[in-house]
């Protein structure tokens, strides 16, 4: 989601870069239910793979706001140490509900992958408008990276030698992926693709937006309910999964086995 900017006092003390044991934690579960998919260690499947994606998706989720934080770190803004946001604990970010508590609740009601929240970025402190853009870019970019390295089995022809139930949680994690680095770079204000632009836009036209940005996702999230819009999205989602070989049929199923209190 977006980097919203602030401007405040300069917290220069006390500044904490050690990679969070909560964040650690969360990894650690990704990586045993992984193993768990894998082996087909768990007795029950589906809920091996719901930690699997909940745990990698909260992961890709803390990177990304990570992303966000050290792009404007490097840029010029030297809060950023103090607040927290490179520790990667996710407890850390400002508005935790919106960057980890909503997104997880969407891909469990939807199988959609919501942008995440907000790090808040002193933009005061930043010159340059390449860098503003560059911080906003940071956070998608590593959705990016994310779908691209777990469709590259596929790609590389792993459906031949690969657990079928963990390709299906790849495919299922990568539309995620796909999803939430899609609908993040929409030129939409509130979302990181407006946070690009918007520093190349004039002063008259960001204070004509402003108003918009916190309905700006609820709109989104609008036309996507619309049956036609919600076919053509997911249609294109499927196109770009089709350049890594990722079955449709795959992805289907690792959303069924995700959601194990339906089976």
């Known amino acids: 989601m977006s980097v919203t900017s602030i401007r405040g006092a300069d917290r220069r003390g006390g500044s904490d870069r050690r990679v969070s044991p909560i964040f650690l934690g969360i990894v650690a579960v990704a990586a045993v239910s992984g193993w768990a998919v894998w082996t087909e260690y768990a007795s029950d499947r589906g809920f091996a793979v719901f930690l699997f994606v909940v745990s990698a998706w909260v992961v890709s989720l803390c990177l990304h706001e990570y992303a966000h934080a050290r792009s404007a770190l490097h840029s010029g803004d030297i809060s950023i140490g103090a607040k927290g946001y490179l520790t990667l604990n996710p407890l850390k970010y400002t508005h935790a509900l919106l960057s980890i508590v909503l997104p ?54 792993a459906l031949d030698s690969w657990p079928t139930d963990f390709l299906a949680a790849l495919a ?38 402003e108003p918009f940005a916190q309905f700006s996702l609820l709109a989104v999230f609008g036309v996507l309910w ?8 997911f249609d294109f989602i499927d196109h770009v999964m089709g350049w890594f070989d990722v079955p449709r049929d795959y992805t289907d199923y690792g959303y069924t086995l995700f959601r194990f209190w339906k089976n």
Request: net charge positive.
């Open 104 to 157: 997880v609740v969407f891909v469990i009601m939807g199988g959609i992958g919501l942008p995440g929240g907000a790090v808040f970025i002193e933009r005061g402190r930043i010159r340059g408008r390449w860098r503003h853009s560059l911080i906003s870019a940071a956070g998608p970019l590593v959705n990016v990276l994310f779908a691209v390295l777990l469709m590259l089995p596929f790609a590389l022809g």
């Open 226 to 233: 619309i049956p036609s819009v919600n076919v053509a999205f």
């Open 172 to 209: 299922f994690l990568a539309m995620l992926q796909v999803t939430a680095a899609i609908l993040n770079l929409l030129p939409v204000p509130g979302l990181d693709g407006y946070g690009i632009v918007e520093p190349w836009l004039s002063p008259a036209t960001r204070r004509q937006v």
